[in-house]
């Protein structure tokens, strides 16, 4: 005789990320930048939005779906400065950071209770001698690959 198992779940786990079980599609939104922020660099738009977007389609099972997505990703870039650290006991120089913020809005169109609302900031610290047009490419990257993991990780993990 053969026994069936009948299985429940509400969601399903890969490597801590919880995806509801019927949450089948996202979208991301264009990641504009806010007008409050004076520096503008014309490439960190897209590369917020396409860098969300991959890191969810590689890690997830979620189709890309703009029309009708059970789960959204919307927001604006809202800090993208340059300043100087001071220097610490036993430097001569101060150190240049490079800090990004975004605002993201998560919304979930099958669960309500599960939308929210965060801020996601990191920052990369430069050489004072080197041009921010020298290192920016490379900033950015290491930058946004963080807070990509950080938005990443609250829409889809149990924190």
Known sequence: MIGLLGFSSCSISLSGVQVPIDVNTFSVDYFNFSKSVRLVVPTLSQEVTDQITQKIL?????????????IEFTGEITV???????????????????????KVDFTNHLDEDANWTSSFSNFSNFDPNESLAT????????????????????????W
């Open 58 to 70: 590689r890690e997830t099972r979620l189709k890309l779906d703009k029309e009708k997505p059970n």
């Open 80 to 102: 993208y400065e340059v300043g100087s650290e001071a220097p610490t006991s036993g430097q001569s120089v101060s150190l240049n950071r490079l800090d990004i913020a975004v």
């Open 135 to 158: 290192v920016q490419d490379e900033l950015i990257e290491v930058i946004l690959k963080d807070i990509v993991e950080d938005i990443y990780q609250k829409a889809f993990t149990n």
